[in-house]
């Protein structure tokens, strides 16, 4: 651009130049042409008395002076006129010589009276020059305006969405020809961003849909495998027992496949959904006999362990869930009788089941709801840490908490607090 501008400049600098050198010629002097035709005969006739001559040119509007062979002035028409010969290009004077024999005697300058031509020239071609450049660069500043700055910031913004940078808005280029365009832009920046989070969305719930299956899977396949391993060695028919023994070995099968399903697929897990509904409390009960396939729970026909009568916020599937991680939980690092009691605090029925083995560190309660945390007293024995983070995500989705509570070998507990419908 800035080369643009100073070979328009020097362009038009010559033209300028040019046109001067065109118009700038003799022609443009007032003189006329009949006195300087008389001034010059009578001078070269009275030549060197120049004095008469000019008494006899009296009345004559053109001015003129007179200069001997030595170069001294030796007469002029008026007083007050001044030359330089040398220069009369610049000034624009007229010279004829007066010639005797051949010989140069003198010459006489006619006086340009009108020495404002030439600046008039220059002075037009200045301001020409100055309006030329002042609309290259009106039309310079307008193409960077309106052209040169939005294709930039289009192509900039066009580099991010190349990237997949889709945060920064281009906005509204302040340009009668892109403006709409760029607004399009973002419309379509924000589409882009739509469809990622979908995408992303659609690819979290199928994680999570596939995460969830399989964790459900793990306990009813360890039910099937515990009644199997059960009728292998009580059962005293050989056909039986290998029958058996193979549904053991593929139990276990599809266990470890549901294993890696599940943990390949809790890498992107963040969030399962989750629908609460008003139930009535009856439902705790049957929900936690089923989940109890080795029958360690005791009979809820006492009064201390009788369910109260009520009506709370549950998802009868989320909440079978719960049970079964938690009861399959004590199974696994108790493996005792299971006691579950509860009661009304605040907007909550609280349900505590509690099992009779070692428990674990009190330091260590608070963080066995976290993602992949698992106790000291559970190193040896083979899980991923989920069971009890989505527990715990579940019942907050259905309004209410689980909280693990311990006393070191002697029992722990897990309490599930479901909100009162109300």
Known sequence: MKRFIAGTACFYLLVCVLL??????????????????????????????????????????TDYIVIGEDGREIGASRQGLVTDYHYDYIHRDYSVEILKDGREQGKIIFINTEP???????????????????????????????????VRKINEFAGMI??????????????????????????????????????????????????SISHDIKNPVASIQAIAEYQ?????????????????????????????????????????????EAVESSVIEKLLLQADFKKRIEKLATERLTIPECLIMMDKIRFSQVADN?????????????????????????????????????????????????????REKEGSGMGLYIAEYLMKGMGGKLICRSKENEWFAVEIWLALAV
């Open 20 to 61: 001067i050198g065109f118009f700038s010629d003799d022609s443009e002097s007032k003189m006329k042409n009949a006195e300087v035709n008389d001034i010059i005969f009578t001078i070269k006739k009275y030549y060197p008395d120049v004095d008469s001559a000019i008494k006899i040119l009296q009345g004559y509007e």
């Open 116 to 150: 404002g031509t030439q600046k008039k020239y220059w002075l037009f071609c200045v301001i020409m020059l100055m309006l030329f450049l002042l609309k290259d660069i009106v039309t310079v500043w307008y193409l960077r305006k309106n052209i040169l700055y939005p």
């Open 162 to 211: 190349a990237k997949g940078n889709l945060d920064i808005p281009v906005g509204r280029v302040d340009s009668s020809f892109f403006g709409a365009f760029s607004e399009s832009f973002d419309i379509m920046r924000e589409e882009l961003a739509y469809a990622k989070r979908k995408e992303r969305e659609a690819d979290r719930q199928r994680r999570e849909v596939i995460a």
């Open 232 to 276: 292998f060695f009580t059962n005293d028919s050989e056909e039986l027992r290998q029958e058996f023994q193979t549904i053991i070995e593929k139990a276990d099968q599809i266990n470890r496949l549901v294993i890696n399903l599940h943990t390949s697929m809790m890498n992107d897990l963040e969030r399962l959904e989750v629908n609460p």
């Open 326 to 378: 938690v009861i399959s939980n004590s199974y696994k690092y108790a493996d005792t009788k299971i006691e579950v009691g509860a009661y009304f605090e605040d907007q909550y029925l609280c349900v505590c089941i509690r099992d009779f083995g070692n428990g674990v560190q009190r330091e260590e309660e608070v963080f066995l709801t976290q993602k992949y945390f698992r106790g000291k007293n559970a």
